[in-house]
């Protein structure tokens, strides 16, 4: 397969094993290049990408944007906080501003789930959706997904466990997506009150323990507390949560055998996870983050090339 079986990252959901497959040759080969003293290529000199983000975000957005420059793109930056979206412009007539200035690509971050699938309909540009509420993250858990595979040469076959805030969690639903279809086994693990009802129907183990999830895994994914997505608190306190959900050194130590420990970002240290265990060998947070940049330039440079010139 040489290009992608769609024409826009909206979600995990609608690709195929072959499409994330691609995905990772391509990064192979801009991880290969972003490592070299001269680390930008001309592939997209003729792409204008927009990076519309109307929910705050430091790494993603930086991600993206450094990934556009790698391939020489031109880019443009807005964010919702300094723009007339704050002044009542609906979504389309913003994008649709955007457009008329010769955008070939936007990349989007919105609070509504749906909002990037609703923006494609309307809108004549190829689209990423850089995450869109608690609903899919897909280029996390391509990043997520790659770095897996970088460890272990392979993920059919690992077990995966996501441990946390599966309720309010893009990363995790599109992680389930992405691990599934590459055919690792995949658990969830919080408290009760913060995995969905539904989830099962995803063909997913539920765990509410986490030594019992850490001693079945191989790689621990551990979430962030969406706080901003609570209107009503799920859990008695943070206190309680980092007791029962927390990851620590002494836990780490007790189950017996070394796994891979991620994180997507923003960490809340001493929350989900103690600074020892994410600055451990065992973590590869930040390996994620390179990861990202060359995945953000594979699938950039993979849907520009289905746009007809
Ligand atoms: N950065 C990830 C996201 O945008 C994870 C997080 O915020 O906790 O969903």
């Not at 995905?23 to 001309?42: G, S």
Request: with cysteine.
């Amino acid at each position: 397969m040489s290009t992608l079986s769609v024409d826009h990252l909206l979600g995990i959901k609608y690709l195929k094993a072959e499409d994330i497959q691609l995905i990772f040759e391509t990064a192979d080969h801009f991880k290969e290049i972003i490592n070299r003293p001269i680390k930008k290529v001309p592939s997209l000199r003729d792409i204008t990408i927009a990076n519309l983000f109307f929910e705050n975000s430091t790494r993603t957005k930086l991600s993206f944007e450094i990934a556009q420059k790698r391939l020489s793109a031109d880019v443009i930056n807005f964010s919702a906080s300094q723009s007339s979206v704050k002044k009542g412009e609906t979504l389309i007539d913003t994008v649709n501003n955007i457009l008329s200035m010769k955008v070939d690509m936007v990349v989007m971050r919105h609070p509504t789930p749906g909002a990037a699938a609703f923006l494609q309909q309307h809108v004549d540009a190829r689209i990423i959706n850089a995450g869109d509420g608690a609903h899919e993250h897909p280029t996390q858990a391509l990043l997520d997904t790659y770095s897996i595979k970088e460890k272990f040469g392979t993920i059919k076959g690992k077990n995966v466990v996501i441990v946390g805030d599966i309720l309010h969690s893009r990363v995790a639903l599109s992680n389930i997506f992405a691990l599934q279809l590459l055919g690792a086994q995949v658990m969830v693990c919080g408290p009760k009150s913060l995995i969905p009802k539904y989830i099962r129907e995803l063909g997913v183990i539920v765990e509410t323990d986490l030594k019992k999830a850490l001693q079945w895994c191989d790689v621990a994914n551990m979430l962030r507390v969406q706080n901003e997505r609570m209107e009503v608190s799920y859990f008695p306190s943070v206190r309680e949560y980092t007791q029962q959900y927390g990851l620590n050194k002494e836990l780490l130590d007790s189950i017996g055998k070394e796994i891979v420990i991620m994180h997507p970002g923003p960490i809340n240290r001493g929350v989900e996870i103690t600074s020892e265990v994410a600055d451990s060998k065992q973590a590869i947070i930040l390996d994620q983050v390179e990861n990202g940049v060359a995945i953000r330039m594979a699938v950039t440079y993979l849907l520009a090339s289905k746009i007809e010139s």
